[in-house]
């Protein structure tokens, strides 16, 4: 049934043409002053059929309460009237609506042939995954025995099943039946096309994508295995060039937030911090204008989309489009080969090792690098990647082979960043920019207490009339600290202080777990506080009891009686304490 979708998500795809369309449904379209009166007549009574209905296509309920109404009144199934009114949206003609005509191969089918197709279709092209000697036996069950099960004397031998299976075969018939659309899709659909080049025609269009390493690492002070990193990564489209990565032991919106940082970061410093000395050419870069990722839960979130506010393209591919990308995935392997057949016995990760009687088969005791170490490892991995690993099939243009442009990722992106129109790379992108960007949002109410976000008051100089005249806000906060938070006005970030300093510089669950404790010790003191107000109420209404007389105290002269009563009860604490004695 039809339904609204963004235009974005057909970005990727080819316009089909009318000829392969009509193909592709087995239908011939003509004018309708060209059909047969009895062809003539029977579309335009399939269109009376779902006239009614075209009317709710943009209401779901309407739309099925009317299919529903029409499949009554005209004595078929909603299923037909379903098909009709397929037919005619996609070709927007009553024509399409004309029965199909029936082949000579359809009219001359056996009845052995057809039960055969039953067969195939029923329990071969199907989840169950049987094989063909089952379908097989399942159809001779089914057809081919009497109402005591028992076998008739003509029947169809295997090879004849078999052949007709193998000379009626659809390829793409079996592989969605037995292993889904998801499975066909991912495993088995015909990759056509030049894809990478499509997206990326020159450089500023970064392809991202994650990963867990074929390692284990242990602890710095390697007495415990911690696990496999998850490592990200961002590579230009068009030159290859790795443009930045994340290494470490989170995913989501921390690893999102780590790889763009090192994105946007001067490479030469980063590398310095790891005893690595490169020059600027060897890691250029800087944060592309547009980001291509696929719908893994990093990039699922709205945080993501965030990148939209500094000017980045996103765009998010359909499922299993792997191709779409294929130069971030074939980096992933690409890198991990540099390293991983010298670590070996050192917790590499390899199908080998899983073997029966395998020298690794223990790798994971016999890892030994920390995440620094590795860290180092694969820096020196990736500026090799860079600045000296050949691109061997990269489209060169003949200009690019007149300049002698080398085979380099980063001579690649040179020559694109000099001499190719529509490069897209945001090159004054700061750091700072980038962390408010990511961070996480939510809304904010401003009231005379404050700024209050996620239970938290907060406060800025100059926001005194916001907070007497109240309202929402959308705030940024980081949940690592909540000793602050940023407004979002109009592309501007306003820091606010907390207030709460008994909160000062924890997280989020610290806050709420503080909370918690604090509301389990008051649910636990509930009973003894009633307990006590119960009995604090006796004993003043017994005090009160005691103090009724049945005479009215005198009103008159309060003014003298109260100076006498304060004369009365004055004490003098000085010399009462003896500091008169001397």
């Known amino acids: 049934m039809p339904k609204w979708v963004s235009s974005s998500l057909f970005s ?68 037909t009237v379903r098909n009709y009114l397929q037919k005619y949206l996609v070709f927007n003609n009553v024509s399409a609506l004309v029965p199909k005509k029936r082949t000579a191969k359809e009219k001359l089918l056996s009845d052995d042939e057809r039960n055969i197709r039953w067969a195939v279709n029923k329990y071969y092209y199907s989840r169950k995954k049987n094989s063909l000697n089952t379908a097989y036996k399942l159809m001779l069950k089914e057809k081919y025995t009497n109402t005591e099960g028992i076998l008739e004397e003509e029947y169809p031998s295997f090879n004849q099943f078999r052949y007709w299976y193998a000379k009626n075969k659809k390829y793409m018939s079996y592989y969605i039946s037995r292993e889904g659309k998801t499975g066909f899709m991912r495993n088995h659909r015909v990759l056509a096309g030049d894809n990478v080049q499509a997206f990326a025609a020159a450089p500023g269009v970064g392809m991202a994508d994650s990963t867990i390493v074929d390692l284990y690492i242990v602890s710095d002070d390697r007495t415990k295995v911690v696990g496999r990193p998850v490592m990200a990564a961002l590579l230009d489209g068009y030159s290859y060039l790795c443009m930045g990565y994340s290494l470490g032991w989170e995913g989501g919106e921390y690893s999102l ?16 911090k790891f005893g690595i000395e490169i020059t600027g050419d060897e890691w250029p870069g800087g944060l592309p204008g547009c980001i291509v990722t696929d719908r893994g839960s990093d990039y ?63 790798y994971k005791e016999k890892s030994c690098l920390t995440l620094k170490e590795f860290e180092t490892i694969l820096l020196r991995c990736i500026v090799h990647y860079n600045s000296k690993h050949i691109i061997k099939n990269f489209p060169f243009t003949e200009e690019m082979l007149e300049l002698g442009i080398k085979p380099y990722s980063s001579c690649i992106w040179k020559y694109g960043i000099e001499n190719l129109r529509g490069c897209n790379v945001l090159q004054d992108v700061t750091k700072e920019q980038i962390i408010l960007t990511l961070l996480p949002r939510t809304d904010g109410n401003f009231s005379r207490f404050g700024l209050k976000v996620n239970g938290l008051r907060y406060f800025c100089e100059g926001f ?102 304060r004369k009365r009860r004055h004490i003098n604490y000085a010399k009462e304490a003896g500091l008169y004695d001397n």
């Open 12 to 79: 990727g795809y080819l316009p089909c043409k009318e000829e392969e369309l009509q193909q592709l449904w087995g239908i011939v379209l003509a004018d309708e002053g060209e059909l047969e009166a009895k062809d003539k007549k029977t579309a335009r009574c399939r269109y009376a059929v779902i006239a009614p209905v075209l009317s709710f296509l943009e209401n779901d309920r309407l739309r099925t309460e009317a299919v529903g109404k029409a499949a009554e009144q005209n004595h078929i199934t909603k299923q």
């Open 257 to 272: 937030q780590s790889l763009m940082i090192n994105v946007v970061t001067n490479k030469k410093e980063h590398c310095h």
């Open 300 to 362: 699922a979130g709205n945080t993501y989309g965030q990148m939209a506010e500094l000017g980045v393209k996103i765009i998010n591919l359909e499922a299993y489009r792997a191709d779409a990308k294929g130069v971030v995935e074939k980096f992933f392997d690409i890198i991990q080969n540099f390293f991983k057949p010298y670590l070996k016995g050192a917790g590499v990760v390899a199908e080998e090792y899983l073997e029966r009687g395998s020298y690794f088969g223990n």
């Open 464 to 565: 005194f009339e916001r907070c007497l005249k109240g309202g929402k806000v959308t705030v940024a906060y980081d949940r690592a600290d909540v000793s602050c938070v940023w407004i979002y006005e109009e592309g501007e970030y306003t820091r606010f202080d907390l207030i709460e300093s008994r909160y000062q510089g924890k997280d989020i669950e610290a806050v709420l777990d503080m909370k918690e404790r604090q509301k389990e010790i008051i649910n636990r003191e509930q009973r003894q506080s009633i307990q006590s107000e119960i009995e604090l109420v006796s004993h003043i209404q017994a005090i009160k009891h005691n103090a009724v007389t049945e005479t009215s105290p005198d009103v008159k002269n309060i003014r003298k009686t109260r100076e006498e009563e």
